[in-house]
């Protein structure tokens, strides 16, 4: 198994770990916890392990997970083919304007205030960190951008790549049109892009990224531990389709 591989299923892990139980409060099953979200293709079987008990005898708590959160607007009318999102680095060098990144007319920004897009580079590539949902939201334009095909590309220094390609799908009893939640597990480092098939034009939509775990290697100087795990954000997810 190529070292990409063992990444991936080390942020597996993670996620399964501290996502879960989908409804935000424990449900033993067979001496552990019921867990909802799963693999690749099986995406809700499995159990997780036992959380660990305190000192005092309770069960400490896990912070619920916050998005890093970023826009990609189309202002132009023609459709964007293979259109990368992240892969710091690789994109690092380009020119950024203000914290934000043109490419082929589509730009990509930080949707939050006090962060920009080039920063949110700079900590993917220094903090990686393991995704567990992916809640995709159109702001402009065509419904159809919510849905188009992306892959997920990661590879190690050593040349070895992994790629996924994921078909987001809207839930037919779902009322918006608007909105997706990917529940694929993956992890974002500096090498991660997310490509997709067609930015559609004219259109504006955001990528929400909640976390499962974070690495921090600046957080082991105080004593801490390096990696922050974080609970369930509370979203339900829709089906979604993995290709290969």
Excluded: C
Excluded at 146 to 157: G, V
């Amino acid at each position: 198994m190529s070292n990409v591989r063992n990444y991936i299923q080390n942020a597996k892990n993670f996620a399964s770990q501290q996502y879960a139980d989908w409804t935000g409060e424990p449900q033993p099953q067979n001496g552990g916890y019921a867990n909802y979200i799963g693999g690749q293709r099986n995406m809700t079987a499995g159990v997780g392990m036992r959380k660990p008990i305190g000192a005092d005898g309770t069960q400490p708590t896990t912070a619920q997970s916050q998005p890093y959160i970023i826009t990609i607007s189309n202002a132009s009318a023609s459709v964007v083919s293979n259109f990368d999102v992240l892969g710091a680095y690789t994109y690092l060098g380009s020119t950024f304007t203000n914290g934000s990144l043109t490419l082929s007319g589509v730009t990509i920004s930080s949707a939050i205030s006090n962060v920009n897009y080039q920063q949110f580079l700079y900590q993917s590539m220094n903090q990686p960190f393991s995704v567990g949902l992916t809640y995709i939201e159109l702001v402009s334009g065509s419904s159809s951008q919510i849905t188009q095909t992306f892959t997920l590309n990661t590879q190690d220094a050593n040349g070895n790549q992994l790629l996924r390609t994921i078909v987001p799908t809207i839930d037919p009893y779902q009322q918006q049109s608007t909105i997706v939640a990917v529940k694929q597990l993956y992890s974002i480092d500096g090498f991660t892009k997310i490509t997709f098939t067609q930015i559609l034009a004219s259109v504006v939509f955001r990528m929400h990224f909640y976390p499962s775990t974070n690495i921090n290697l600046a957080s082991g100087l105080q004593g801490s531990s390096v990696t922050q795990q974080y609970g369930n954000p509370n979203i339900v997810g829709v089906p979604t389709y993995i290709q290969g």
